[in-house]
């Protein structure tokens, strides 16, 4: 097993986003320090393994949308600057859409608690 995996905690929490039909499971995890935690607590190591070395670098918030022919799995993915959460969900879900209003959320969330993007620069 990978070391930063070992931290790595099945956390019930999340359980409150994964309802089984649309989301099947969610991963959290940091570029530096790999999983941190994720949901159901019998996802597959290789499902863990992916979002452990996974690292894309984009600054503010960004989505990336990917499938896995070998799984056969879907997963949406939420880019923070050294975070991720990653969400696998039905192969039905328009992906991009159901990206594009989770982000309008972070951003709303961002200024309800004060965190600009364009005070760092952004745009």
């Given at each position: ?16 986003v ?29 499902v ?13 918030h ?28 039905d192969?039905?879900?328009n ?25 760092s620069?952004?745009?």
């Amino acid at each position: 097993m990978v070391p930063a995996m070992e931290k790595a905690l099945a956390w019930e929490s999340l359980s409150a986003v994964v309802d089984g039909v649309v989301v099947k499971s969610v991963v959290v995890a940091g570029f530096s320090e790999g999983i941190l935690a994720y949901w159901p607590p019998s996802l597959e190591e290789s499902v863990l393994n992916i979002f452990n070395k996974l690292y894309i670098q984009v600054p503010g918030h960004a989505y990336l949308v990917l499938y896995s022919l070998r799984l056969g799995k879907k997963f949406l993915v939420i880019l923070n600057e050294e975070r991720l959460l990653a969400l696998e969900v039905d192969k039905r879900v328009n992906g991009e859409k159901m990206a594009e209003r989770l982000l309008r959320a972070l951003k709303r969330l961002d200024r309800l608690f004060g965190i600009d993007e364009t005070q760092s620069g952004e745009h």
